[in-house]
């Protein structure tokens, strides 16, 4: 099963605390546990592999290294020669004319691209292909399927006008790349997924990027850690039995008056559904 530690190395959006530590050296972030003490990350890291106790990290401190540029071309001198005038007219035209077209071919190309891009950017089928990540030398691995997460949401969420649909559809994304709907009735399978991570990178901390099953907890995480992203408020609740989840405030007009009020949201079932706190509904999915 997965742990109950949690460990949350967020970067701030718009607060800048004290000195930083030096270059190098591990910062001093401690672990969210459900019980017992605050773990020193130190300590955490330096434990042996244990497949079953797996530890979620959310990691924005650290960004992955960015595609290596591609190697210049160097440029062949064309050959001299001893042309007459009339050659050297119609060698420079015949150049010109290749010129153009190759630049008319180029900007069609880059025209084309640009239309692939822009209709793909905002696709919410996106690739999930794993990462390959290697281990650093540091005291967290870099997680670049967080920062795909945090891309995709600012790109084709956050642009949304209306704070409930930004919500719901956040939900439906963060569902999505969790393994989708939860049947109430049957049985849902992430162990194997955090093994297999933990293997690849020879460590007991699991960047939650990596994660592409998960349950209330990794759901309800990720959803924090974007709408951090996001600046859309919301808060992480831990209940009884390692159960979280997510409440937000948004304007409500039901009965005619618009007031702000506190949904739960959910990530699990009725994906993107807004239950009203202290209501049957967001009770029975807060102890499910």
């Known amino acids: 099963m997965w742990s109950i530690f949690i460990i949350l190395v967020f970067l701030p959006l718009h607060h800048h605390p004290g000195p930083q530590p030096p270059r190098g050296s591990i910062p001093r972030v401690q672990a969210l546990s459900s019980a017992g003490p605050f773990v020193p990350l130190a300590e955490l890291i330096s434990r042996p592999l244990n497949l079953n106790l797996p530890i979620l990290t959310v990691n924005l401190l650290t960004m992955p290294a960015p595609p290596a540029p591609p190697p210049p071309v160097e440029e062949v ?39 692939e891009k822009e209709a793909e950017s905002c696709i919410s089928e996106e690739s999930d292909e794993t990462v390959a990540l290697e281990k650093p030398p540091g005291p967290l691995a870099p997680d670049p399927g967080l920062w795909s997460h945090i891309s995709y949401v600012k790109t084709c969420i956050l642009t949304l006008p209306v704070a409930r649909d930004q919500v719901q559809q956040l939900a439906r994304y963060v569902s999505d790349k969790m393994g989708g709907p939860v049947h109430k009735t049957g049985t849902f399978g992430f162990e ?70 506190t949904f739960v949201v959910d990530l699990m079932f009725d994906v993107g559904r807004l239950l009203r706190v202290q209501t049957s509904e967001a009770v029975a999915y807060q102890h499910f």
């Open 77 to 115: 001198p064309a050959p001299s020669s001893a042309l007459d005038g009339s050659q050297s007219a119609q060698s420079i035209s015949g150049r010109t004319k290749s010129r153009n077209t190759a630049s008319k071919a180029e900007g069609k190309v880059k025209k084309a691209t640009k239309n």
């Open 192 to 261: 194997l997924s955090a093994s297999e991570i933990q293997q690849r990178l020879h460590t007991n901390l699991v960047p939650l990027g990596e994660v592409k099953a998960g349950v209330f907890q990794h759901r309800a995480l990720l959803f924090k850690a974007l709408c951090d992203q996001m600046g859309v408020g919301c808060s992480l609740v831990r209940g009884e039995y390692g159960r979280h989840w997510n409440e937000v405030t948004l304007m409500d007009d039901q009965g005619g008056s618009c007031s702000p009020s």
